[in-house]
């Protein structure tokens, strides 16, 4: 079943600003005043919109109970949400939205490096502030189009030398190399921005080092369906069943074919919503959550994208 019918929060919108060029904030309270699910820096909401369903950032305080704050960029010839977002969410709007999923936590370590692009910025405003709650050292690097299309650079400025702001239109894009290059060595990586710096960030990160970065997508990285994909049986332990996937076919798709309760939200292997643990076999890992270090070692799957190398995986399902 869509997600939406098991964990939906009505709430309304109390604020909204532009905190930049076709960026705008927009906070959600309660309609009662009551308190929301509580949260951690890195998780995001699924925001439910006429028609479709888009995941966004919280960018907000965790420590305020009583509302939640996205930060959403305008773009004419996306999928239609975010010129929802900047054309009818009006104070006052009631909506929607998921309770918070997490798959950006910021794990405890000695320090941290934070790189964003562009609208990539939210999730590490919390991220910031709970570093310097816990007396951890961190650096920021922020690159956009031009310092007018770039939201929260006054705040940010705030922090001195810790963030370096870099506007492409009069400094150049942001120099991957050498920020893996100066990261210190007990200090996690974290990056959030769009697909090519994100894929470039993979790329100059030494294959030792991978399992220190950590990326956040919000659009899918590669093909669902491949040439060579091949036919495969899904057993599902819960169940009770066995379901064939066919090539061209999604595990999701199949599952609900045979009437198995699935839960599910974007589809492209973004949102997390769907995860299943792997009882048995071994999975073609297709999201865009896991990294490649976590893909080696994970006991869990997205069927909305991800298929298998195996005649047969057991889900637990």
Known sequence: MRADETDAINIVVSEREMVADGVVRVEFRSPEGADLPEWSPGAHIDVHLPAMIRQYSLCGDPGERDRYAIAVLKQPDGRGGSRYVHGRLEVGTSLTISAPRNRFELVDAPGYCFVAGGIGITPF??????????????????????????????????????????????????????????????????CCGPEGMLAAMEGSMPAEDLGRLHLERFAKSGEVHKPDDFAFTVECKESGCKVLVPAGVTILDALIGAGVDANFECREGTCGTCELDVLDGAPDHRDSILSPQERKMATILFPCVSRANTPELVLDV
């Open 125 to 190: 405003l919390p991220m910031i502030n709970d570093a310097i709650s816990r007396n951890r050292p961190w650096k920021l690097f922020y690159g956009g189009r031009n310092a007018e299309s770039m939201a929260f650079r006054e705040l940010l400025s705030e922090y001195g030398p810790a963030v370096e702001i870099t506007p492409e239109d009069q400094f150049g894009v942001l120099n991957l190399r050498s920020i893996v290059d100066h990261l210190p060595r007990e200090h996690m990586l974290y």
